[in-house]
């Protein structure tokens, strides 16, 4: 992630790097101050978000149960924000959960 940041800033690109746990603070050390980085703890079901061109979710909608999932989403699709990239598992075996009981959901469209 380190070569992918640096990149980032050789194109002037600002990055917000968000997690819930505590481990984001060692983050906020000199190297990473020092450029267009910041690194923050963000609950993506209590906090709001604002429109940045893209959200990247990482392992994030797997981790939580299908109703938590869809409300994420919704806060996203709320947020104005351009793109959003996550990671999914559709073919996986060992997750009971699917959202297509929670298609319902008004405010966002499924693709």
Do not use: C
């Not at 690194?39 to 299908?66: A, G, Q, S, Y």
């Not at 806060?75 to 598992?89: E, K, M």
């Amino acid at each position: 992630m380190r070569s992918v940041l640096i990149e980032f800033e050789k194109r002037g690109v600002f990055y917000v790097g968000a997690d819930v746990a505590r481990t984001v603070d060692y983050l906020q050390n000199e190297f990473w101050l020092r450029r267009n980085f910041r690194f923050i703890r963000f609950d993506l079901l209590r906090h709001r978000l604002w429109p940045v061109d893209l959200i990247l979710l990482r392992d994030v909608l797997v981790m939580l149960p299908p109703p938590e999932s869809v409300e994420v989403l919704i806060n996203i699709n709320n947020s104005g924000s351009r793109f959003l990239l996550a990671t999914t598992f559709p073919e996986t075996s060992w997750n009971p959960f699917s959202l297509e009981k929670y298609k319902h959901v008004s405010g966002w469209n499924w693709h």
